[in-house]
Nanobody, 131 residues
Framework: QVQLAESGGGSVQAGGSVNISCVAS????????MAWFRQAPGREREGVAAIATHRGNTYYTKSSNGRFTISHDNAKNTVHLRIDALDTEDTAMYIC????????????????????????WGQGTQVTVSS
């Protein structure tokens, strides 16, 4: 059973950047698709970015608009997400997720994120952007 623990959220000013991280534990198999979702109050959970940890392939949703960068540190079993040019609309709980091996839902280079595809979830880290 994969356990996920996020860190690095907080309060940031609009226009700035934030880095958040997710450590995966409880597995010796490094073949995972790890992803970031976010959920704001009253809104549905939406995908942001995903990475196939054993290949390094990265995937983004259309709404990511080039402001999100996902990366993976294999030695530390950690996935990072950097968000640039923060807007108040980015205020949300950012939640890490994992599924075995393959990042599904990728068509034409775009990731069509589906929360139901992921079996493991972290508790989330809050990012609050103020103007």
């Amino acid at each position: 059973q994969v356990q996920l623990a996020e860190s690095g959220g907080g309060s940031v000013q609009a226009g700035g950047s934030v880095n958040i991280s997710c450590v995966a534990s409880g597995t010796t198999d490094n073949r995972l698709c790890m992803a970031w979702f976010r959920q704001a109050p009253g809104r549905e959970r939406e995908g942001v970015a995903a990475i196939a940890t054993h290949r390094g392939n990265t995937y983004y949703t259309k709404s990511s608009n080039g402001r999100f960068t996902i990366s993976h540190d294999n030695a530390k079993n950690t996935v990072h997400l950097r968000i640039d040019a923060l807007d108040t609309e980015d205020t949300a709980m950012y939640i890490c997720a994992a599924r075995p091996i393959t990042c599904t839902g990728v068509y034409g280079g775009v990731w069509y994120a589906a929360p139901a595809d992921f079996r493991n979830w972290g508790q989330g880290t809050q990012v609050t952007v103020s103007s």
